[in-house]
């Protein structure tokens, strides 16, 4: 076990090199919408710098293949976290390399997983407070963590370089639904159901694909998203110039530049 931050080049450099695994699963990245709107340059150095330094180093290194962890979030995204996220896809989809192999992968949210909405209201309903849901409509996809991580590593053995992964999530759920079914299920009747409203940055349900475009896998439960060009030394440009901005209104802007389809929500 090893501990360093994805944005620390020389470490992460000499682990990639003294070990050389076979296969780099990247998933180091702040992921809480609400927190990284509140950091937004903590949030995109950590993500894309990370990102960058995973992929250069592999390259660099031959490792025979990288994956990237992404979100449904990063698709049309309304929030930073998701916007660094679809900027780690561009950069797989579009970096130069000949022995490695780098994809993403393209998920919802996993039942059971640190953060996941389960734990927390279990946690309510024990407590005796009532269950805290942010909007009446608000829908999310879900997947178990065995299905994630099944999905995760035939994914990365699909690879050829440059593609993105959607695992089939199903139909989304409306939260609303599953915290009354924790509530009928807990037996407390006097459990309530409170709205607390949407958080900065937070959509009323998620997509998985950009546009309807995708192909299929030998795997029902994987499909590929279709590629984004964007020309390799330009996005380079582009990142150096996101970390360089000096506030977050200039941060934000560069976002919207280099992810077209941004639309940043304040809720």
Request: with cysteine; hydrophobic share 40%; charged share 25%.
């Amino acid at each position: 076990s090893l501990l360093a931050s994805v944005k620390d080049e020389k470490k992460i450099s000499s682990i990639i090199n003294t070990w050389r695994p076979d296969t780099l699963y990247h998933a180091a990245a702040y992921k809480h919408v609400p927190l990284v709107e509140e950091n937004i340059s903590e949030g995109i150095e950590n993500n894309v710098i990370g990102t960058l330094n995973i992929v250069n180093f592999a390259i660099k290194f031959d490792i025979s293949n990288v994956v990237i962890v992404s979100t449904d979030k990063a698709v049309r995204p309304t929030n930073v976290m998701g916007t660094t996220k679809r900027i780690c896809e561009l950069y797989a989809q579009n970096k130069n390399s000949i022995k490695t192999e780098i994809v993403a992968v393209r998920f919802g949210n996993v039942l059971g997983s640190s953060g996941s909405v389960i734990p927390k209201f279990k946690e309510q309903i024990k407590n005796g407070q009532n269950i805290t849901v942010t909007h009446p409509d608000i829908t999310r996809y879900f997947m178990l963590i065995p299905e994630a991580c099944e999905l995760v590593l035939q994914a990365g053995s699909l690879g050829n370089g440059g593609e993105i992964f959607i695992l089939d999530m199903g139909e989304p759920v409306k939260i609303v639904d599953l915290a009354q079914k924790l509530i009928d299920l807990s037996g407390a009747e006097d459990i309530k159901i409170e709205f607390s409203g949407l958080r900065p940055g937070e959509k009323l349900y998620e997509e998985l694909l950009i546009d309807d475009t995708d192909c299929s896998t030998q795997y029902d439960g994987i499909t590929v998203a279709r590629p984004t060009k964007y020309d390799i030394d330009i996005l380079n440009a582009d990142i150096d110039e996101l970390i360089a901005c000096v506030d977050d209104k200039s941060r934000l802007k560069k976002l919207k530049d280099i992810v077209p389809e941004f639309e940043h929500r304040l809720n």
